[in-house]
C-alpha cells in the first residue's frame, strides 16, 4: 500500500483475486500478486518492514517524489518467505524459489542470512539457473567469511557486499571468494511499511538503535547492512 510502489508489483493474470479458486491451477489459490510461504497463503502484506524498503530500493515509482528505486520500470513478483520477527527456515526459501522460477521471474533477490547451506537449497539455485533466472543475495551482515553464509555462499549466486560513503568495506559486511560485487550499504533510505521499525526489532539491543529513530517522515527508513546493498545491485 505504499504510494511509491503503487503500480510496481507483478500481477499474475491468470488468477481471479479473492475467489479462494487456484484459477490458473499453478497450486496456489489467490497468488494474485505473488505468494507466502511462510504461512501457506496468498497473503503478502510485509508485517515486519524489511521486505517493503528493499523492494523500494529495487523499484520505487520514479514519480519525482519521496525516493527512486535503480528501476523503477520493473515488477516486483512478492514472495514472502519470513515471518514478522524475520525468521524463516531453507524450506520455506527453497519453496518461494521455486515459486517465482514456475512463474516466470527473471531475477530472484534474497535479502536473507543462514549459517547452514543445505543441499536442498543448492538444488534449487542450480534448478534457478538452468531455468535461465538470475540468483541475487546479500553477502550477510555478520562481518565473517561469505563462504560460510547460505545463500550467499551457495554456488551460481550472484553475492553482495556492501561498502561505506568511504567506498570502503563496511564493517558488518561478508568478504571473500563468494562476494561478486558490493554496493553501497550504509544509511539507505528507503520505503517503510506502516508501523514497522526493523533495524530497532531485529538489532536495536545490540547496535544501541533506539526506537524510532531510523523512520523518516513515517513513509521512508533509513538502515544499514548488506541486505540493502544487494538489491541497487538487483535493480
Given at each position: 500500500?505504499h ?5 510496481q508489483l ?7 483475486p479473492?475467489n ?18 511462510r ?25 519525482g ?19 514478522s ?26 535479502s ?26 546479500a ?12 545463500p550467499?555462499?551457495l ?31 550504509v ?11 526493523f533495524m ?35 535493480g
Open positions: 500500500s504510494p511509491e510502489l503503487w503500480g507483478w500481477r499474475n493474470p491468470r488468477e481471479i479473492f479462494g479458486i487456484d484459477d490458473d491451477r499453478n497450486g496456489y489459490v489467490d497468488d494474485v500478486y505473488g505468494y507466502n510461504t504461512a501457506d497463503n496468498a497473503n503478502i502484506a510485509d508485517d515486519n518492514g524489511h521486505g517493503t524498503h528493499v523492494a523500494g530500493i529495487i523499484a520505487a515509482r520514479g514519480d517524489r519521496g525516493v527512486e528505486g535503480i528501476c523503477p520500470r520493473c515488477r516486483l513478483m512478492i514472495v514472502k518467505a519470513f515471518d520477527h524475520g525468521r524463516s527456515d531453507p524450506i520455506r526459501v527453497s519453496l518461494a524459489i521455486r515459486y517465482a522460477v514456475l512463474n516466470g521471474a527473471k531475477i530472484i533477490h534474497l536473507a542470512e543462514n549459517d547452514q547451506p543445505l543441499e536442498l537449497e543448492q538444488a534449487l539455485i542450480d534448478w534457478a539457473r538452468r531455468k535461465g533466472v538470475l540468483v541475487v543475495a553477502a550477510g551482515s555478520r562481518g565473517k567469511d561469505t563462504s560460510q553464509v547460505s550467499a555462499g554456488r551460481g549466486v550472484l553475492a553482495v557486499g556492501a561498502c561505506d560513503k568511504a567506498d570502503r568495506r563496511a564493517s558488518f559486511s561478508g568478504w571473500g571468494r563468494h562476494v561478486g560485487l558490493v554496493a553501497p550499504g544509511d539507505i533510505v528507503s520505503t517503510r511499511a506502516r508501523g514497522t521499525d530497532f526489532a531485529m538489532s536495536g539491543p545490540a547496535l544501541g538503535i533506539k526506537p524510532g529513530e531510523r523512520v523518516v517522515d513515517n513513509r521512508w527508513y533509513r538502515a544499514d547492512g548488506t541486505s540493502f546493498a544487494a538489491p541497487l545491485v538487483t
